[in-house]
């Protein structure tokens, strides 16, 4: 009976502690393939390390070992069709090894979090694009991420033509061959773009759009305003809860 009780309260404790709003921050970046993310993310974590922070920087689909064996089957040409619904829950997968992994063990430990692509994509990408539809993205974020949220999403937003032929010259100046998205017809993009606008118009608090057909240096500077913005809040907040 002792260790029924026992484990009662095991589950009672962690249930409370995943429910339990993070201390650390979660900031994720998103926004169709060819926007300049990564060199805006590396400005980013620049800025966050000088101003004194721990800062973890990860990306989905990834993040972790298991995480970028799921990538690799989920990027590579040679995998060839995947049905929609074996794509969205492979995403998922990977985002719940990453979520056990990484992303909350730093959030826990009051890092702030910065993910190249986290949940959204998934709604623009699988819900929009494939056309899956919001409810089954839903359906398993509601199971896989329940209440780990981002804090503040950003997105950049670049008409996917602009975006393509982008994406495009990055392949021939790194010599590398297409994913499996960039090979993706330009309508595909377009209803990915859609999708990541209507989850701003969705959540205005939490994502903000920020255009991407401005000078890098621009670009930046809109983004870490909308983080120094955000990180202030979250201080404000720490302090009444503390
Ligand atoms: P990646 O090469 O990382 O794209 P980028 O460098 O442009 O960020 O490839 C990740 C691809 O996976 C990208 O095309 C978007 C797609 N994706 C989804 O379709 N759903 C998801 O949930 C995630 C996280 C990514």
Redesign the pocket.
């Known amino acids: 009976m002792q260790g029924f009780f026992a484990r009662l309260n095991m589950t009672a404790l962690t249930t409370i502690k995943l429910n339990m709003k993070h201390p650390g921050l979660f900031i994720t970046l998103e926004?169709?393939?060819?926007?300049g993310?990564?060199t805006q993310i590396r400005g980013l974590i620049r800025h966050l390390r000088e101003c004194g922070y721990r800062v973890r920087v990860t990306?989905?689909?990834?993040g972790t070992p298991v995480g970028e064996r799921i990538?690799s089957i989920?990027?590579a040409t040679s995998t060839g069709k995947l049905a929609p619904l074996a794509?969205?829950a492979l995403?998922?997968a990977?985002?719940a090894q990453h979520l056990a992994e990484v992303v909350r063990p730093a959030l826990a430990r009051g890092e702030i979090v910065v993910s190249?692509?986290?949940?959204?994509?998934?709604?623009?990408?699988?819900g929009y694009?494939?056309r899956l539809g919001k409810a089954a993205v839903r359906a398993f974020d509601r199971i896989v991420c329940g209440r780990t949220q981002p804090d503040l999403t950003i997105i950049l937003d670049l008409d996917p033509e602009h975006a393509l032929a982008r994406?495009q010259r990055r392949e021939t100046s790194r010599n590398s061959r297409r994913?499996?998205?960039?090979a993706?017809g330009l309508e595909f993009h377009q209803r990915?773009r859609a999708g990541y606008l209507a989850i701003a118009r969705s959540a205005p608090g939490r994502v903000k759009v920020v255009r991407a057909d401005q000078p890098v240096g621009e670009v930046q500077t809109a983004i870490r305003k909308l983080v120094d913005e955000c990180l202030a809040r979250h201080k404000k907040s720490v302090r009444k809860r503390g």
Do not use: H, W
Request: hydrophobic residues 30%.
């Open positions: 926004g169709i393939d060819g926007t993310k990564s990306r989905e689909p990834g990538r989920l990027l794509e969205l995403m998922y990977a985002r190249d692509r986290y949940n959204d994509a998934s709604m623009a990408y699988q694009g494939r994406a994913g499996r998205f960039e993706q990915v």
